[in-house]
């Protein structure tokens, strides 16, 4: 809503369970069973389309035996994620996908609700 603010059709939306500050919320996950859960999720994805992630350029120098060895999304998104979507680290990444900076410029109702004590959400 942000990005594009007034030209869209939309007149109100919900952000549910949203890392709008997606380098705090890491930092609020590692170490926590979620953060091992996550890594875990994106481990059978990769797995699952390794066929696709094997064709990668050579730039891109994934590294996909690390990311398929770590215990944590922050590792796996150093070793795969980042690389493959061209950020030179994680955080660059991480500043990159959050909608923190994007909510100023929302102009239509937005509610925003998640819970207190969510790990992802600190």
Known sequence: MGKYKDNH????AASIANPFDFVKAAQGL???IFDKYLAQ??????EKNKHILSQAPKHFNIDFEK??????MVDFDEFLTRRMLG???FLQYYAAISSVKALKDVSIPLLCMHSRDD????
């Open 119 to 122: 790990p992802f959400l600190q």
């Open 87 to 89: 950020y030179n680290n």
């Open 41 to 46: 999720s994106l481990q059978a994805w990769a």
């Open 67 to 72: 990311a398929m060895n770590v215990k944590s």
């Open 30 to 32: 590692l170490n926590t």
């Open 9 to 12: 059709p939309i007149k109100a």
